[in-house]
């Protein structure tokens, strides 16, 4: 009985999420209008970083994993930056309650990422995310070529493998 559930709750909760968004693979960001933690309005179809590869990260301010994630990251950020020319954006889907805390919590852990805030989780619908965080890597030319839900301890190592691969390194 207790494996049924444990398999209920993977199908209902992970398996969804491989599935749909697996289909953003090599198609772009879609337009939606996100804020910065400043609260000026900015379209994800703007997001570049002048034909270098992009992290994508979906994150709240109350997860673990993400928080995590984007730690282990931030570890890397400068040796990644300087082997593909990388930009990260976090985008958090903080809601009402919470948003408000961004800005001071991403002061607080350092992070030198592009920060904004997904208040309606319009964009978190587009981009199919189920649960954070979720990963995404954008190749140069904007196409999405990598997606990763979850984090565990060591899934650097496999962002970093596809980050060298969208930046055309491996």
């Known amino acids: 009985m207790?494996?049924?559930?444990?398999?209920?709750?993977?199908?209902?909760?992970?398996f969804p999420t491989v599935i749909f968004a697996q289909s953003l693979l090599n198609s772009k960001?879609?337009?939606?209008?996100?804020?910065?933690?400043?609260?000026?309005?900015?379209n994800t179809s703007s997001f570049s970083n002048h034909g270098k590869p992009i992290i994508l990260d979906f994150w709240a301010t109350w997860c673990?994993?993400?928080?995590?994630?984007?730690d282990a990251i931030n570890d890397e950020y400068s040796d990644w930056q300087k082997?593909?020319?990388?930009?990260?954006?976090?985008?958090?889907?903080d809601d009402a309650r919470t948003m408000g805390k961004v800005q001071s919590f991403v002061k607080e852990k350092e992070w030198d990422y592009d920060i904004y805030i997904d208040p309606n989780q319009d964009f978190q619908h587009a981009m199919e995310v189920i649960n954070v965080p979720c990963t995404f890597i954008i190749d140069g030319t904007g196409k999405i070529t990598y997606?990763?839900?979850?984090?565990?301890?060591?899934?650097?190592?496999?962002?970093?493998?596809?980050?060298?691969?969208?930046?055309?390194?491996?």
């Open 29 to 42: 960001v879609p337009s939606i209008q996100v804020k910065t933690v400043d609260g000026s309005t900015y």
């Open 2 to 14: 207790k494996k049924q559930i444990v398999l209920f709750l993977f199908l209902l909760f992970i």
């Open 64 to 70: 673990k994993p993400c928080i995590a994630e984007l």
């Open 83 to 93: 082997e593909t020319g990388v930009k990260v954006i976090a985008v958090s889907v």
């Open 147 to 170: 997606i990763h839900n979850s984090y565990m301890e060591g899934d650097a190592k496999v962002l970093h493998a596809a980050l060298l691969k969208a930046a055309g390194k491996k």
